[in-house]
């Protein structure tokens, strides 16, 4: 018995040695890899990369064994989107954390690119949150990113010229015309009123919200689509109207993006602008020609209706192919925190989708006109909420584009998009 004893203690301690020995050389090997390297994949950022790269190199500093290496991919959302569904539909884990337009998520959520963020995302959080982005990061009872920033559809103006001729701001889109008319007249070489008219995601963003300040809108209450309304008629007939019957447009504007008419409101040469609420920093810059001398306020509506805007912004998520997805959902946790989204307000121009910010005193002091903001990002409506938007907007686009320049009618041109969208949801039924 001694002696099958001995044995015993020799094979439990050469099996502890071996035990040992493993963690040991496992220990090493993780110490020569060296720490954790994240890659986060996002857009370009309005005000360089001095203010973003600062934020993570905080990040890193308060978890020494995870770096980030941000990567910033085309200008274009739509080459964005195409980069994203090619890598995820191979299951590339090239990257970890993912930047998206607010009417991606569905779409990779149900694809199964995304990991469930339920658990570092509870309901209490979520409840000072703006009602459209956690619709937005939503999807069949879970939540598959965080919102990040928020924007929606502001009218931007020369106060100085307002106040020049002793004119208010204007409240209905055909106040909008009159006021850019008789400015157009006294004033040289000044555009009366531009925005997003290209072939492109902005188009759609635009054309929505005359629509529901006119009291139309692609869906009906009972969730149903429903294009050829007469209030979606009148509001593409307005848009067309703006270009070729009023002239308050130029006819840029059908080529015309953010940037585009930033530029050029932004040089002086246009009365009003319709944008995103990250222009308003860039304005009043040093060295900003119209630096004091703009003013932000909701967008118009049409007489007897209630002004609109379109919900934006761009979400946080975790590449579901990911080899470090708790690094992941950390550095996730950490950027859409309530210091982070205040800071990326302050210094980058960036909107909270937080409510408690909108009280925050310091952003206050910042950005007086952000209070405002809060009744118009809490009403704030989403674009048609489909898995399949991509497709529908891919109908949407042309058609619209195709009513401003003239090429279509507003009639035939919904016609033509409630034919194909019913098709196309024909297929998210299935």
């Known amino acids: 018995m001694p002696r099958k004893s001995s044995i015993g203690l020799f094979t439990a301690g050469l099996l502890l040695a071996i035990a040992l020995l493993f963690f040991s050389c496992r220990a090493e090997q993780n110490r020569a890899q060296g720490p ?8 370009k950022l309005a005000g360089g990369p001095e203010a973003l790269r600062e934020i993570l190199s905080r990040f890193e500093a308060q978890n020494p064994g995870i770096r980030v290496k941000d990567e910033v991919l085309p200008a274009s959302t739509d080459e964005q989107h195409q980069f994203y569904v090619i890598n995820l539909e191979a299951g590339s884990a090239e990257f970890d954390v993912l930047s998206m337009d607010v009417i991606w998520v569905k779409e990779f959520a149900r694809a199964g690119w995304l990991r469930p963020l339920d658990d570092v995302f509870p309901p209490e ?12 990061v939503t999807f069949r009872g879970s939540v598959y990113a965080i919102p990040w920033y928020i924007d929606a559809g502001l ?10 001729y002793s004119i208010s701001p204007p409240r209905t889109w055909q106040e909008l015309v009159s006021t850019a008319r008789t400015i157009m007249e006294r004033e040289k070489d000044i555009y009366g009123f531009i925005w ?3 072939q492109y995601e902005g188009l759609v963003c635009n054309v929505m919200e005359y629509m529901w300040s006119r009291g139309g809108g ?6 149903s689509f429903n294009a050829l309304k ?11 109207d703006l270009i070729h019957t009023y ?3 130029p006819p840029l504007v059908t080529t015309a993006v953010e940037e585009t008419t930033r530029h050029i409101f932004g040089s002086g040469r246009a009365l009003f602008m319709r944008n995103w609420p990250y222009a308003w920093n860039l304005f009043e810059k040093e060295g900003s020609p119209v630096k004091g001398k703009v003013g932000v306020t909701v967008l118009p509506a049409f007489k007897g209706h209630r002004p609109y805007a379109t919900l934006g912004g761009w979400q946080l998520g975790v590449n579901r192919y990911s080899k470090h997805p708790e690094e992941a959902e950390k550095l996730v946790r950490y950027l859409t925190s309530y210091e982070v989204q205040k800071e990326m307000a302050i210094r980058m121009g960036y909107k909270p989708p937080r409510r408690s910010l909108y009280r925050d005193e310091e952003l206050i002091r910042a950005q007086p006109f952000i209070v405002r903001l809060y009744d118009v990002f809490e009403h704030a409506r989403p674009r048609p909420e489909s898995p399949f938007y991509m497709m529908i907007t891919q109908v949407l686009q042309p058609e619209f584009s195709a009513v401003i320049t003239g090429i279509k009618t507003p009639e035939r041109a919904l016609r033509s998009i409630q034919r194909q969208v019913e098709h196309i949801l024909r297929m998210e039924e299935r």
């Open 230 to 240: 007469e209030e979606n008629i009148d509001a593409l007939r307005f848009m067309y």
């Open 247 to 249: 002239r308050v447009s």
């Open 125 to 136: 959080e979520r409840k000072d949150f703006f009602r459209g982005p956690i619709s937005a």
């Open 155 to 164: 009218l931007y103006y020369r106060k100085d010229l307002l106040d020049k």
């Open 36 to 43: 954790v390297t994240l890659v986060f994949k996002h857009g």
């Open 218 to 223: 692609l869906i009906d209450e009972d969730g």
């Open 196 to 198: 997003q008219g290209k």
